[in-house]
């Protein structure tokens, strides 16, 4: 799994717009000393440390206790009228949504900066003030930062220093010329700018880990379900090794509906790869039968028994399943562990690709499963306790074609019946929901047909993984 996303962010004129509660300390200090300070040339460029800012306009031996004056007036007039940059809150948030960590480096007194983030609602793991330049790179250093985001040339010093992406922004009173002169990776106008570049930047970082991790493999044999997941993986294989050195693999059983067959060998057509399909007998297994929480390891187990040797036998290096950064995050996932038991190897995961950069980076390289909707297989629909059967698969596939048919107008994604025993659940999309009596009538009706005696739309709509919420 790759490393946790750490950013750094600078306060004063990156998150914080610090001008009007500067100047409102400013005035009441030269009150208290009897100096006029230029307050606006002042705070043009704010960033250095208070001292080099008073330097011009006190006696050098009246500077510390100027600057302590300072400190201790700041809480009283500069914090309530401070307000955060617009997109400030939201950078924070584009860091959390992809799981990372977020740490403020500033050269801000310590407290003060504490006050701002308090009454500003950041949401902030770390802060470290009173540090400057490339005085911050420690901080950085420490904390495992590998982007600092702010707003001043001293900034990108700091970055610079601790091998981090520097990523300026025009808040400041540093122009784009003066930011790219000292070194900066990327300007951006402000922080609105943000999620979306580290969007692009960690996809970027993560498909050439990808890419790196399947050249010094040599060779794979993909388990391929023909979902967005491992055709992606798939893609990405014949990418890195060329397709002589790439195989698919899918196991045919009851579990693997019908309609996912050909959509899945056609992709990979596409890809200059031919579709293995040897048969899987997960129904020989009695924990696979039995349905317990379980019955995932049972399935898995079965599908890389198969396909190892066959891996070997064509001399291929490694079996790789589609596993994605968020499977492995996700809790209980039986089947990831008889996976790992069996030496299969997870790039996507590896690489730290989650769901959503999977279907971002399909979509980019064109590929036809970029929004193809989650497609588990048929025995995820059956109640856990519930045994599967050949009987209780071909009911619940021949239900869903069913209501897939009367729905196909409604621009219907997402649709499980799940075998609730001797009655279904259907989820459809909650978009859709409550469906016209007329057309819920008729979808019941050919669930009933399917086999079911009873039947009854889900009021939640669709929920991937919904039979886990029973465990």
């Given at each position: 799994?790759a490393?946790?996303?750490?950013?750094?962010?600078?306060?004063d004129m990156t998150?914080?717009n610090?001008?009007?509660?500067?100047?409102?300390?400013?005035a009441?200090?030269?009150a208290?000393?009897?100096v006029?300070?230029?307050?606006?040339?002042m705070?043009?460029?704010?960033?250095?440390?208070?001292?080099l800012l008073l330097?011009?306009?006190l006696?050098?031996?009246?500077?510390?206790a100027a600057g302590d004056r300072?400190?201790a007036?700041?809480?009283?007039?500069?914090?309530?009228?401070t307000p955060a940059?617009?997109?400030?809150?939201?950078?924070?948030?584009?860091?959390r949504r992809h799981?990372?960590?977020?740490?403020?480096v500033?050269?801000k007194?310590?407290?003060?900066a504490?006050?701002?983030?308090?009454?500003?609602a950041?949401d902030?793991?770390?802060l470290?003030?009173?540090?400057?330049?490339?005085?911050?790179?420690d901080?950085l250093?420490?904390?495992?930062?590998?982007?600092?985001?702010?707003?001043?040339?001293?900034?990108?010093?700091?970055?610079?220093?601790?091998d981090?992406?520097?990523?300026?922004?025009?808040?400041g009173?540093c122009?784009?010329?003066?930011?790219?002169a000292?070194?900066t990776?990327v300007?951006?106008?402000?922080?609105a700018?943000?999620?979306?570049?580290l969007?692009?930047?960690?996809?970027?970082?993560?498909?050439?880990?990808?890419?790196?991790d399947?050249?010094?493999?040599?060779?794979?044999?993909?388990?391929y379900?023909?979902?967005?997941?491992?055709?992606f993986?798939?893609?990405?294989?014949?990418?890195?090794?060329?397709?002589?050195?790439v195989?698919?693999?899918?196991?045919?059983?009851?579990?693997?509906p019908m309609a996912?067959?050909?959509?899945?060998?056609?992709?990979?057509a596409?890809?200059g790869?031919d579709v293995?399909?040897?048969?899987?007998?997960?129904m020989?297994?009695?924990g696979?039968r039995?349905?317990a929480?379980?019955?995932?390891?049972?399935?898995?187990?079965?599908l890389l028994?198969?396909?190892?040797?066959?891996?070997?036998?064509?001399g291929?290096?490694?079996v790789?399943?589609?596993?994605?950064?968020?499977d492995v995050?996700?809790?209980?996932?039986p089947g990831?562990r008889?996976?790992a038991?069996?030496d299969?190897?997870?790039?996507?995961?590896?690489?730290?690709l989650?769901k959503?950069?999977?279907?971002?980076a399909?979509?980019r390289?064109?590929?036809?499963?970029?929004d193809?909707?989650?497609a588990a297989?048929?025995?995820?629909?059956i109640a856990y306790g519930?045994?599967v059967?050949?009987?209780?698969?071909g009911?619940?596939e021949?239900?869903?074609v069913?209501?897939?048919?009367?729905?196909?107008e409604?621009?219907?994604v997402d649709?499980?019946?799940?075998?609730?025993?001797?009655?279904?659940?259907?989820?459809?999309?909650?978009?859709?929901?409550?469906l016209?009596a007329?057309?819920e009538?008729?979808?019941?009706?050919?669930?009933?047909a399917?086999?079911?005696?009873?039947?009854?739309?889900d009021?939640?709509g669709?929920r991937s993984?919904?039979?886990?919420e029973?465990?």
């Amino acid at each position: 799994m790759a490393d946790q996303l750490v950013v750094g962010f600078d306060l004063d004129m990156t998150l914080i717009n610090t001008g009007p509660g500067f100047r409102d300390v400013l005035a009441v200090l030269g009150a208290e000393l009897g100096v006029e300070f230029p307050a606006e040339e002042m705070t043009a460029k704010l960033g250095p440390p208070l001292d080099l800012l008073l330097e011009p306009y006190l006696p050098a031996e009246a500077i510390p206790a100027a600057g302590d004056r300072f400190r201790a007036l700041y809480p009283d007039h500069a914090i309530a009228g401070t307000p955060a940059f617009d997109g400030a809150h939201d950078a924070l948030a584009a860091v959390r949504r992809h799981g990372g960590r977020v740490v403020v480096v500033t050269g801000k007194y310590a407290p003060n900066a504490q006050l701002h983030l308090d009454h500003l609602a950041f949401d902030v793991d770390h802060l470290e003030g009173w540090v400057w330049g490339v005085g911050k790179a420690d901080a950085l250093r420490r904390e495992g930062a590998s982007i600092y985001v702010g707003d001043h040339v001293h900034d990108v010093e700091g970055a610079l220093a601790a091998d981090a992406i520097s990523v300026s922004v025009l808040t400041g009173g540093c122009t784009r010329e003066e930011l790219l002169a000292a070194g900066t990776h990327v300007v951006l106008d402000d922080l609105a700018d943000f999620p979306a570049w580290l969007d692009e930047h960690l996809l970027d970082l993560r498909l050439a880990a990808l890419e790196a991790d399947l050249r010094e493999r040599g060779s794979v044999l993909v388990a391929y379900s023909g979902g967005a997941d491992s055709a992606f993986l798939l893609a990405a294989a014949v990418r890195a090794l060329g397709a002589d050195n790439v195989a698919a693999a899918t196991g045919y059983s009851h579990s693997l509906p019908m309609a996912e067959r050909d959509p899945a060998r056609e992709f990979a057509a596409s890809l200059g790869v031919d579709v293995l399909t040897p048969e899987t007998h997960e129904m020989e297994r009695e924990g696979y039968r039995a349905n317990a929480g379980d019955r995932c390891y049972f399935c898995k187990a079965e599908l890389l028994d198969v396909l190892t040797p066959i891996a070997a036998g064509r001399g291929l290096a490694h079996v790789a399943t589609g596993t994605n950064a968020d499977d492995v995050l996700a809790g209980f996932r039986p089947g990831i562990r008889a996976a790992a038991e069996r030496d299969a190897i997870t790039p996507l995961s590896d690489a730290g690709l989650t769901k959503e950069q999977v279907r971002a980076a399909s979509r980019r390289w064109g590929l036809p499963t970029w929004d193809k909707p989650a497609a588990a297989c048929l025995s995820s629909r059956i109640a856990y306790g519930v045994e599967v059967t050949p009987g209780r698969l071909g009911r619940v596939e021949q239900a869903e074609v069913a209501a897939r048919a009367v729905l196909a107008e409604a621009g219907l994604v997402d649709l499980r019946v799940r075998d609730l025993g001797d009655r279904a659940s259907v989820e459809v999309d909650a978009r859709l929901l409550p469906l016209d009596a007329a057309v819920e009538a008729d979808l019941l009706d050919g669930v009933r047909a399917a086999g079911f005696t009873e039947a009854a739309v889900d009021p939640r709509g669709f929920r991937s993984g919904s039979m886990n919420e029973a465990l």
